[in-house]
């Protein structure tokens, strides 16, 4: 299998992952072509890789951001044949939860996954997720015109960030979103630590 491995760097790459990337690819069975991504914005980093990827002859794309490190290689993700994978990220917002998410009951409101309830399950199905760590098929690329963009609503005001829109664009084209719990990332920030004081 042919795979495309985007690194988002601006600049830098944690360490740790930098670490990682040299052990996966001594363990891998696929062939893996890595391009470091250093452009900005977000949105044309983004969808210039995927312009790139689309241009090759590579079958998936693996998209990882500078830092975060996924508990195990995803490049083995693969191997399940899914069309959108994402490994899931600690993200802190008021409190600490994973960027994978689920419709409520009513489908109105994404919900983050909870973690304590799931993390014995692996494979799990989601609606919506982030893009830190992300495998896509090639079909999944080719059917979504540009698959990275903001919505915005007649006031400027952003309605659905980058990826939970990517993750709007791939359910509305038919798609199924995945995210495996064995592969849960360490995301590294600065923070004030009086954050988590209650």
């Known amino acids: 299998m042919k795979i495309y491995l985007a690194i988002y760097t601006t ?17 891998t069975e696929h062939e893996v072509f890595i391009d470091f991504i250093e452009v900005e914005p977000n949105e044309h980093a983004r969808n210039s890789t995927v312009k790139r990827f689309l241009e090759s002859d590579n079958e998936y794309l693996l998209q990882i951001d500078n830092d975060v490190l996924p508990a195990n290689n995803p490049l083995d993700l693969v ?12 993200i802190y917002q008021h409190k600490l939860f994973l960027n994978i998410y689920r419709y409520d009951e009513n489908k109105e409101f994404l919900i983050p996954v909870d973690y304590e309830s799931n993390k014995n399950n692996g494979l799990i199905e989601i609606d919506s997720t982030g893009t830190g760590v992300l495998l896509c098929s090639r079909k999944v690329l080719e059917r979504i015109d540009k698959p990275f963009e903001r919505e915005y609503d ?41 954050n988590f004081i209650n």
């Not at 191997?79 to 600690?90: A, G, H, N, R, Y």
């Not at 939970?164 to 791939?170: A, E, I, P, Q, R």
């Not at 038919?174 to 009086?194: A, E, P, R």
Request: net charge positive.
């Open 11 to 27: 600049g830098w790459v944690k360490k740790e992952l930098s670490l990682a990337l040299i052990q996966w690819l001594r363990k």
């Open 79 to 90: 191997k399940l044949e899914k069309d959108v994978i994402s490994c899931p990220v600690w």
């Open 154 to 194: 007649e006031k400027g005001i952003a309605t659905y960030g980058l990826d939970l829109y990517f993750s709007k664009k791939v359910k509305d084209a038919g798609f199924k979103i995945f995210s495996h719990l064995d592969y849960v990332g360490k995301h590294y920030k600065m923070i004030d630590l009086s």
